[in-house]
């Protein structure tokens, strides 16, 4: 596991660079959008502290890459050049596992029709239940629509580690400010 | 008897039982009608060999695969990974035995995920791990979306931000050769200070000082979240 102090700093440095660059912009904001700003430039921050070696900072990063005007991302990817080939990569990764899924589909259809023994009734209602789940844990977990039930798990739990470190951060800098007010 | 014979085998294994019988255990207690197929534990080789094998008569299915299956498998118990039982009724093709590998992979992640989530430890079952672990994230992620809009709320524009947290993180980066990063910010040079222990003559700005005396004695402690609230409080004093 990572180590969970040094990500922190990671993260705060590169969320206030991020900052940076938004106030540099003289642009009056409301309410909305400063919010947006400040969530996209720590999402951001977090994905590229991770240094892309997982697969939901590569999603971050990719995604974000997408939204022209999007100033912030252009000075992150001057420090993250060696991420735009993993971003590259992480898409052709997407169709190769979505196209060997319709594979395993297609041929996995007749098996699943073979009458099972009576004992298996609790397993597929059990199946079921997990598959549900780690179909909603998909959705939760950027860019984990591609990945298979094995390695959404393993990006799950980074992901949550993640999110800890900016949840802990951001709490500090609230509590910080809201003493002073 | 033999019912009884694997019952008892099955659940006194179950506490010592590997991250493998995840699936035993969900289906055990829900069907005991056909509990006999359940697939015996490492531990208890012989007992549940031959109530295997007498299970295994009543049914019309590969027996003789079965019991062969057994003898391999309790051979390899000894090894460190891949215990691969397939379930009775089910081929001992690659397919099976690769997904049951599968499993047990997943088995294992999912234990380190229990580890993780505060309060996953009693759950037992993949589904209802896996719903704590959603909550969890949602929650995270619900969290962070309600503090930047709190921080976007109490700014009027992102600067004062900036500069808290640049002071901040000049606090909680002590020992990083940091302040080539702050230079824009010439406000901050002045007041970073390793061991902040002046901070008045920094900032000159009298009907402030008052507001000094508590940041300054939380300044001596150098833990580092607690020293990067400190150093946040006191920059945005001086900047209003």
């Known amino acids: 596991m990572h180590n969970s102090s040094q990500l922190k700093n990671e993260f705060i440095k590169r969320w206030v660079q991020g900052l940076h660059l938004y106030c540099s912009s003289k642009k009056e904001m409301n309410l909305l959008e400063r919010k947006k700003k400040i969530k996209l430039s720590a999402d951001i921050a977090l994905a590229s502290a991770r240094n892309s070696a997982t697969c939901w900072s590569k999603a971050i990063i990719s995604k974000a890459k997408k939204d022209e005007g999007n100033t912030n991302l252009v000075n992150n990817l001057s420090r993250l050049e060696s991420k735009l080939m993993y971003a590259h990569k992480k898409v052709t990764c997407h169709k190769r596992i979505r196209s060997k899924k319709i594979l395993m589909r297609s041929c996995g259809v007749g098996k699943k029709m073979k009458p099972r023994h009576g004992s298996n009734l609790p397993t597929c209602v059990a199946k079921r239940l997990v598959k549900k789940r780690t179909q909603v844990l998909k959705r939760l977990v950027p860019g984990g629509e591609s990945m298979d039930e094995y390695s959404i798990i393993k990006e799950a739990l980074d992901y949550m580690l993640s999110l800890r470190v900016q949840v802990d951060v951001m709490k500090n800098l609230v509590n910080a400010t809201t003493n002073l007010n | ?240």
């Open chain 2, 1 to 240: 008897m033999e019912t009884d014979n694997s019952l008892e085998t099955t659940s006194s294994i179950l506490p010592n039982s590997s991250p493998n019988n995840f699936n035993l255990v969900k289906e055990e207690p829900i069907d005991s009608d056909s509990l006999h197929n359940s697939s015996p534990n490492l531990s208890d080789p012989i007992i549940s060999k031959s109530t295997k094998r007498k299970e295994r008569e009543k049914n019309v299915k590969s027996s003789a695969k079965k019991s062969k299956n057994v003898a391999n498998e309790t051979d390899g118990e000894e090894l460190p990974y891949v215990h691969v039982r397939a379930r009775r009724g089910q081929a001992t093709d690659s397919h099976s035995l690769a997904e049951r590998a599968r499993r047990e992979k997943i088995n294992a992640r999912m234990k380190l995920l229990q580890e993780l989530v505060p309060g996953c430890n009693k759950i037992s079952g993949t589904a209802m791990v896996l719903d704590e672990i959603i909550n969890h994230v949602q929650s995270l992620q619900h969290q962070v979306e309600f503090l930047s809009m709190r921080l976007a709320a109490v700014h009027p524009n992102i600067d004062i931000n900036l500069d808290n947290i640049f002071s901040a993180e000049s606090g909680s980066l002590m020992e990083c050769s940091f302040p080539a990063m702050v230079s824009p910010q010439p406000l901050s040079h002045q007041l970073w200070q390793p061991d902040g222990l002046t901070p008045q003559p920094l900032w000159g700005v009298e009907e402030m000082n008052p507001n000094f005396i508590t940041p300054e004695n939380s300044l001596l402690s150098y833990d580092s979240s607690g020293n990067s609230v400190s150093l946040y409080t006191n920059q945005l004093k001086m900047e209003l």
